[in-house]
């Protein structure tokens, strides 16, 4: 007689990973939710604050990190399909492109102090820099992450670090269209 299965047991990757992952989208949604509360009380701030966000270049960073996403998948299916090589090409194209995210992050961060906008300014940058400086922070660690999965090249690991990798784009694609787009 067969043993009962765990719903666990059929996740891809990791429970460890699984449990860090819902976390951290509970924590940026935590954030998320009290950028919206706080938005209802300056509606009008809040509008005139995000017009001086770069809409071209948010967009092109989602772009980025959509494209980075389906490498990361590809690299899934490569290492399930046991090509370490292309496995190790497609991981490091994801990583890369999770790099021009961060530079393309950086120059609007630039621009944002060279027209001496801070935390203080307002509080819809208080939140844009927490929230997409805490994206970024992750960006990073994923980069460091798809680089270990590299080195030890395993489908298990390519699982575990590709889901890591996929709720970075996630958080992204949500805070993309509320920070620059919600009007």
Known sequence: MAEPR??????????????????????????????LSVRIADPNGFADAQATLHRTGAGVNTMILVTSGW??????????AGSLARTRV??????????????????????????????????????????TGFHAAHVAAGIVLLGLVAVRCHPRTVEVG??????????????????????
């Open 6 to 35: 765990n719903a666990f047991e059929d996740l891809p990757g990791d429970l460890m990973m699984w449990i860090l992952i819902v976390s951290e989208l509970l924590v940026f949604g935590a954030g998320l939710v009290a950028f």
């Open 71 to 80: 490498l990361a998948a590809m690299a899934a299916v490569a290492a399930n």
């Open 90 to 131: 497609l991981l490091g194209g994801a990583a890369a492109l999770g790099a021009v995210f961060l530079i393309v992050k950086g120059i609007e961060y630039a621009d944002k102090a060279a027209h001496g906008i801070t935390f203080e300014t307002h509080a819809f940058f208080t939140f844009y820099f927490l929230l």
């Open 162 to 183: 590709t889901a890591f990798w996929h709720m970075v784009d996630l958080v992204w694609v949500i805070l993309f269209p509320i920070l620059y787009l919600l009007g």
